[in-house]
């Protein structure tokens, strides 16, 4: 498993924790990430993404809402909400490849959800990006270790 994907299937449990169990304190969530992650950057990297999405969870739940017609979040099973909550948080609030964010929340709704969820997610995730994106994905395959393009 690529470093980074591992600090996002770490931000993706701690969100599932969290969407479960509100009362769950952030210290906890340090230590979990600790245990999970040797590598500094990778710790610093998946505390970002799981406080981000909480930070933003507001936000990042009315576009969710707004992108998936006729499906409610309450609705939606707990993992694929959260997968699509840590991918639209990374789609809006990071400069991380739009099309190395999609492609991890793939990997994480097709690892941890339903038969169904990889294409869900992909159909909500897709609705995040301009159309000038969603066309653009043409080039070289990222190397989504580093998150940064071959030849970059």
Not at 80 to 91: F, K, M, Q, S
């Amino acid at each position: 498993m690529a470093r980074r994907s591992r600090a996002r299937e770490t931000a993706l449990q701690l969100l599932y924790r969290q969407d479960l169990n509100p009362a769950s304190n952030l210290e906890t969530a340090g230590e979990f990430i600790d245990e999970r992650l040797e590598d500094e950057a990778l710790r610093e990297f998946c505390w970002r993404l799981f406080t981000g999405t909480l930070e933003y969870r507001n936000i990042i739940d009315a576009r969710i809402e707004q992108a998936a017609a006729n499906w409610s979040l309450k609705r939606m099973a707990p993992t694929d909400r959260n997968v699509l909550r840590l991918g639209a948080y990374e789609l809006l609030y990071t400069d991380t490849p739009n099309r190395v964010v999609i492609d991890e929340a793939l990997e994480l709704a097709k690892k941890y959800g339903s038969g169904q969820s990889s294409q869900f997610v992909n159909g909500i995730l897709d609705q995040f990006m301009s159309p000038e994106e969603e066309t653009s994905s043409d080039g070289p395959p990222r190397d989504e270790s580093s998150d940064i393009a071959p030849g970059q």
